[in-house]
Every structure is written in C-alpha cells, then in structure tokens.
C-alpha cells in the first residue's frame, strides 16, 4: 500500500502540468484512499482470550482436585483502596468460576512490617498456599522490596520478588512466572497468530511490572525490542517505524493516529480514566484515530486487561500442579 503511494506521489511531482492546488488536492486523495482501505483495523478483543484460558483453568484446576489438591491464592491487602478492592473482587469472580480458592488478608494501613513480614513468610511456607499476590505500593513505613523477597518464588504468581524477575530476565519460563500483564499481552499476541519473530517492536513503558518484564519476554521470542519511555526523544518516529506498538504508559490517549502507520498491530495496556468521559475508561492510544490507520489494535475496556486476571488464575494453577508434581 506505501508502495502505491510512494508511486503515485512521485507521478505527482513527475507530471509538470499539475499546478500547486491541484498537487494538495492529489496528496489529499491519495492519503484518504490509504485511510479508507484501513477503516476496519481488526479488533484484538480480550473476551475471546480470555475465555479460552479460563477454559483451559478450569480443565487444569479439576484434574488438580481429583488428585486430591485445591489450588488456592493468597491475597495480601493493605488499607482500602477503591481500584484495589475493585481488582481483588475482579480476581475472586475469577477464580470461583475456575475452582480456585481465595484467602484475603486485609490489614490495615498501620501495619508494622516485622508484622506483615512474619504473614508473608508464613504463608510461604504454607503447603496449602499455593500463589501469593499482594497490591502495590505498600505504606511508607514499610519496605516493599524486602517483603517481596520473602516470598517463595514458586508462589510468586505475579513476579513480585527480585527472586522471580531474575528468573523471568535469564528465561527461566519453567520456575518463575512473569508479571501476569505482560504475560496477558504475550498470550494475545499468540492467540492473534500475530508473528514476533525478527519484528521491530516498540515498549512504550518501562515499569518493573509490564514494560521491561515484558521487553524481556518479546526479545525470548525473538523480537527486535526498543523500549521508549518519558525520556525518549522522537516519540511519534519511534512509534512510526515499529511493527508492533505496544503502549503502557499510563497517559490517556498519549499515542495519536499521526504516531502510527498502516499494518501496524497496536496493543493498548492503558487503563485511564478518561478525561474527556467522565466515568469511563481510555487506553494509552487514541483509539479513535488509530483504528483508521493500524491493521489490528486492542480496546480499552475489553483488551488487555480482561486477560490479565486470567492469567493469574492460571498461574496459581501452573504453581499447584508444579509444588504437587502434576502435568499440565
């Protein structure tokens, strides 16, 4: 399709009957034709996604109970924070469709951290616990990456511990698990068949918890990986020339359709609240302006992030059947 364009646009400057008007006027056709042919960018919804691997939990989690074990997942709460009760709720829906069990440990914003120290590494050891998930950021008084190293890696569901991540770096898929939305952007892209081999992919993000755990996992699959981030300098350009655009910056609509090109796949991570709607949510993408340009690109709400507690479900199944000693 740029191959056209390039064509065209050099026809254009070649034909020396055209005057200045009429040359606008053709440039302007021909980019509304390049548009038209990408009206309908495909539609990478998280539903189907995420439906299967509950399938597949479900499957796992009650060949898990008929050899006599209860997969179970223990969530560390500090204080009441509205988006973490949201989620935690969001993750105990999922989980009861599954058979997998839930214990919450709410405790309040006060907690000493000899206190939550000791939960943690009771838990631990707990051979009836089987995952560990806890929210961030924890309150001042307490040391979040000493904590987090005291949980046990093969319960470290949602790759809290430096323990983990060293795992997830050295590729180590069959001990650690990665964060579980980097993971959930990785099962999309292979649930979409989109391929990753020799792909110039960009990161927008460089959190420890989706954009380098998940550059990590783009170049183990052997993608050619950039990672941009608040201090990158030609945002829009580096974003131009990628295959594959995956943004988590946390910025609504930061990335605009001027940013991306025709036959990109575009993975939105974002989930902001909109300023522009009040009570709803947008992504990091413009989705507006990109589904005009992109081949394919996944929504806010009903992308990535319905995807995402899937994937923890299934990674407190992966790590009961691994401290069981049960195949997949």
């Given at each position: 399709?740029?191959?056209?364009?390039?064509?065209?646009?050099?026809?254009?400057?070649?034909?020396?009957?055209?005057?200045?008007?009429?040359?606008?006027?053709?440039?302007?056709?021909?980019?509304?034709?390049?548009?038209?042919?990408?009206?309908?960018?495909?539609?990478?919804?998280?539903?189907?996604?995420a439906?299967?691997?509950?399938?597949?939990?479900?499957?796992?989690?009650n060949n898990?109970?008929?050899?006599?074990c209860?997969?179970?997942?223990?969530?560390?709460?500090?204080?009441?924070?509205?988006?973490?009760?949201?989620?935690?709720?969001?993750?105990?829906?999922?989980?009861?469709?599954?058979?997998?069990?839930?214990?919450?440990?709410?405790?309040?914003?006060?907690?000493?951290?000899?206190?939550?120290?000791?939960?943690l590494?009771?838990?631990?050891?707990?051979?009836s616990?089987?995952?560990?998930?806890?929210?961030?950021?924890?309150?001042?008084?307490?040391?979040?990456?000493?904590?987090r190293?005291?949980?046990?890696?093969?319960?470290?569901?949602?790759?809290?511990?430096?323990?983990?991540?060293?795992?997830?770096?050295?590729?180590?898929?069959?001990?650690?698990?990665?964060?579980?939305?980097?993971?959930?952007?990785?099962?999309?892209?292979?649930?979409?068949?989109?391929?990753?081999?020799?792909?110039?992919?960009?990161?927008?993000?460089?959190?420890?918890?989706?954009?380098?755990?998940?550059?990590?996992?783009?170049?183990?699959?052997?993608?050619?990986?950039?990672?941009?981030?608040?201090?990158?300098?030609?945002?829009?350009?580096?974003?131009?020339?990628?295959?594959?655009?995956?943004?988590?910056?946390?910025?609504?609509?930061?990335?605009?359709?001027?940013?991306?090109?025709?036959?990109?796949?575009?993975?939105?991570?974002?989930?902001?609240?909109?300023?522009?709607?009040?009570?709803?949510?947008?992504?990091?993408?413009?989705?507006?302006?990109?589904?005009?340009?992109?081949?394919?690109?996944t929504?806010v709400?009903?992308?990535?992030?319905?995807?995402?507690?899937?994937?923890?479900?299934?990674?407190?199944?992966?790590?009961?059947?691994?401290?069981?000693g049960?195949?997949?």
């Open positions: 399709m740029l191959d056209n364009f390039n064509e065209l646009n050099a026809n254009k400057l070649n034909d020396e009957n055209l005057d200045m008007m009429s040359g606008i006027l053709l440039e302007e056709q021909i980019m509304n034709n390049i548009l038209s042919e990408n009206q309908e960018a495909r539609l990478l919804s998280g539903k189907e996604v439906a299967a691997i509950m399938d597949d939990n479900l499957a796992r989690a898990l109970q008929r050899h006599g209860n997969p179970t997942l223990a969530i560390f709460r500090i204080g009441e924070r509205p988006d973490d009760i949201y989620y935690e709720n969001s993750i105990k829906r999922h989980c009861e469709k599954v058979g997998v069990r839930c214990q919450t440990l709410a405790l309040p914003t006060n907690i000493r951290e000899d206190e939550l120290a000791a939960m590494t009771q838990t631990s050891q707990d051979h616990i089987h995952g560990i998930f806890f929210f961030s950021p924890l309150p001042h008084q307490l040391n979040e990456t000493y904590l190293s005291l949980i046990n890696p093969a319960k470290d569901v949602d790759c809290l511990s430096r323990a983990a991540q060293a795992e997830l770096y050295f590729g180590d898929s069959a001990q650690g698990f990665a964060p579980c939305t980097a993971a959930a952007v990785m099962e999309m892209l292979r649930y979409y068949q989109i391929p990753l081999v020799g792909k110039q992919v960009v990161v927008l993000g460089r959190s420890l918890v989706v954009g380098r755990p998940l550059a990590m996992l783009l170049l183990h699959a052997n993608a050619t990986v950039t990672i941009a981030h608040s201090k990158s300098e030609n945002l829009s350009q580096v974003c131009w020339q990628a295959d594959i655009v995956v943004a988590a910056v946390g910025k609504p609509r930061l990335v605009q359709g001027g940013w991306l090109r025709p036959g990109q796949v575009v993975i939105d991570v974002g989930a902001n609240d909109d300023p522009d709607n009040g009570g709803k949510m947008c992504g990091d993408v413009d989705f507006n302006a990109a589904k005009g340009m992109v081949s394919a690109i929504p709400p009903g992308g990535v992030g319905l995807v995402t507690t899937a994937i923890l479900c299934r990674h407190v199944i992966e790590a009961a059947e691994r401290q069981v049960i195949n997949a």
